[in-house]
């Protein structure tokens, strides 16, 4: 009879096991965010989930991975080593995922997810052409903007680079940001001067303010090398209603102008100012490279024509 020294060859060590694999997704994203409900909401499970399989896998490896303090979780030393090798992990395994489906779902749904105004003011308009171009890519047109996770189902992302997102995404420029004051048409005389070829906004001009883009006005001004501007005025909820608030006559925006051409071109807004880089760019995000002749690479040409 074998002795216990004369075990299964074939078993791993008990210390090479590894925890399952939801632990540690959870993980991951409590990490990465930091938060547990905001990583409950990505991975659409409840915090109680969340923290139940964070404590689980601690309690597995013999060592706290956040230090917990004010109802607030921060990464410690060894969470930190956990999150890195786990992302990684997580991202190749992405990687092959996609690759994978990129060659053998050539019928598949693509979800591309833009920024609304972009896509209300700008992609959507254009969208019948690239149909017309590409009857065989069906795309999946979805709003979101800031963050996102690949991991949510979305394949492209199109996001303007005023966030951080992760080194492992791949980044595809289209165009950079340019933006200037904006107005009806027939409110520019009144709201605008010129003096000696020296066109100018009056200070008592009212201004649009938006909550998504606060600082759009002391941006541009910074853009031109102006002084900060201190411009009180009508403020709204989102980007989009202040763009339409200067279409109704309301006053003067600060608009990009991928989001207002089309306005200028049909004569409905005026840009007395023109319009100046503003220091960002829009870009086509994805979780790995696009390989040559995919569907996702004819997207991107497409795109790159309507900068």
């Known amino acids: ?24 997704r959870c993980f991951e994203a409590a990490a990465r965010l930091e938060n547990f409900s905001r990583a409950a909401a990505e991975l659409h499970l409840t915090q109680g989930a969340i923290s139940r399989a964070v ?10 991975l956040f230090d917990r ?5 921060y990464l410690n030393d060894a969470g930190r ?35 609304p105004t972009l896509l209300m003011r ?18 999946h047109l979805v709003a979101g903007g800031g ?12 996001r303007r680079d005023d966030f951080p997102w992760p080194d492992s995404y791949h980044v595809e420029p289209l165009f950079v940001e340019k933006v200037g004051p904006v107005c009806r048409f027939d409110k520019a005389a009144a709201w605008f001067t010129t003096k000696k070829a020296h066109t100018a906004l009056k200070p008592t001009a009212p201004r649009l303010h938006t909550r998504t883009r606060s600082g759009a006005w002391q941006e541009w001004a910074s853009a031109v090398g102006q002084p900060a501007l201190d411009t009180p005025g009508q403020t709204f909820d989102h980007f989009y209603f202040s763009l339409q ?6 006053g003067v925006a600060i608009g990009p102008w991928h989001l207002v051409r089309d306005d200028l071109d049909s004569g409905v807004l005026a840009a007395p ?33 309507l900068a």
């Open 1 to 24: 009879m074998l002795s216990d020294m004369h075990g299964d060859s074939d078993s791993p060590p008990s210390d090479t096991r590894l925890p399952s694999l939801l632990a540690l």
């Open 55 to 64: 404590r689980l896998l601690e309690n597995e490896l013999g060592v706290t």
């Open 69 to 73: 303090r004010s109802r607030r979780v």
């Open 81 to 115: 080593t956990l999150a890195r090798a786990v992302g990684e992990g997580l991202n190749l395994m992405r990687q092959a995922v996609g690759e994978l489906r990129a060659t053998t779902q050539q019928g598949k749904r693509w979800v591309l997810s833009c920024e």
């Open 122 to 139: 700008w992609l959507i308009p254009r969208w019948p052409d690239f149909k017309s171009r590409h009857p065989e890519i069906d795309v």
């Open 147 to 158: 963050p996102f996770t690949f991991a949510s189902g979305i394949d492209l992302a199109i």
């Open 245 to 250: 608030a200067a279409v109704a006559g309301l």
């Open 273 to 305: 100012l023109s319009f100046v880089e503003d220091g960002s760019r829009y870009c086509l995000l994805s979780a790995q490279p696009l390989q040559p002749n995919s569907p996702q690479a004819d997207l991107l040409e497409w795109l790159r024509t």
